[in-house]
T-cell receptor, first 115, second 108 residues
Framework: DTGVSQDPRHKITKRGQNVTFRCDPI?????LYWYRQTLGQGPEFLTY????????KSRLLSDRFSAERPKGSFSTLEIQRTEQGDSAMYLC?????????????FGPGTRLLVL | GQQLNQSPQSMFIQEGEDVSMNCTSS?????WLWYKQDPGEGPVLLIA?????ELTSNGRLTAQFGITRKDSFLNISASIPSDVGIYFC????????FGTGTRLTIIP
């Protein structure tokens, strides 16, 4: 399978705990994006990487959130001291670049529930 | 965060009917995309539009990129049960900005 993969698919945690999600993009895709989707809403942009460089971060990405893409391949998104409001689907997408025709392909998402 | 205005919010139709939904924005985008999302899954790309005025078809799906670059519509002809799901428009200027979604339900 050459699509975007995410792990885990589901995560239940208690408030205050730290969680880490992983995204493996499509091979040779230079850009990797993280989005968050709450119930009944469309996905909202969090951050993106061009290779290993994190180029943009949304205001939605509070200090408790950190994303890395150390070798320009897979990426991790960590949430520290989780809050109930962090409960959402976290989606990863990848693309070759940003030229017309280079569209973003999404993974299946990690659904987080903070109790 | 910003979300595009997408309408209708939900649709209840009978199998075989045609469907039309649209998306508007206060901002200009250089690409418009339409995705479908099934429960518990990530969005799947249906159609991508790259030029203002472009009209593109993918099977029973037809989408257009508005001339002003601030809107797009998606039509589905002769709906079938597997069309059920949530449809999102997205404008791209680097990152994607998504619409609020249209939930399509087919009444038996």
């Amino acid at each position: 399978d050459t699509g975007v993969s995410q792990d885990p698919r589901h995560k239940i945690t208690k408030r205050g705990q730290n969680v880490t999600f992983r995204c493996d993009p499509i091979s040779e895709h230079n850009r990797l994006y993280w989005y968050r989707q709450t119930l009944g809403q469309g996905p909202e942009f969090l951050t993106y990487f061009q290779n290993e460089a994190q180029l943009e971060k949304s205001r939605l990405l509070s200090d408790r959130f950190s994303a890395e893409r150390p070798k320009g391949s897979f990426s991790t998104l960590e949430i520290q001291r989780t809050e109930q409001g962090d409960s959402a689907m976290y989606l990863c997408a990848s693309s070759i670049g940003d030229l017309p025709g280079e569209t973003q392909y999404f993974g299946p998402g990690t659904r987080l529930l903070v109790l | 965060g910003q979300q595009l205005n997408q309408s209708p919010q939900s649709m209840f139709i009978q199998e075989g009917e045609d469907v039309s939904m649209n998306c508007t924005s206060s901002s200009i985008f250089n690409t418009w995309l339409w995705y479908k999302q099934d429960p518990g899954e990530g969005p799947v790309l249906l159609i991508a539009l790259y030029k203002a005025g472009e009209l593109t078809s993918n099977g029973r799906l037809t989408a257009q990129f508005g001339i002003t670059r601030k809107d797009s519509f998606l039509n589905i002809s002769a709906s079938i049960p597997s069309d059920v799901g949530i449809y999102f428009c997205a404008g791209r200027l680097g990152k994607l900005t998504f619409g609020t979604g249209t939930r399509l339900t087919i009444i038996p």
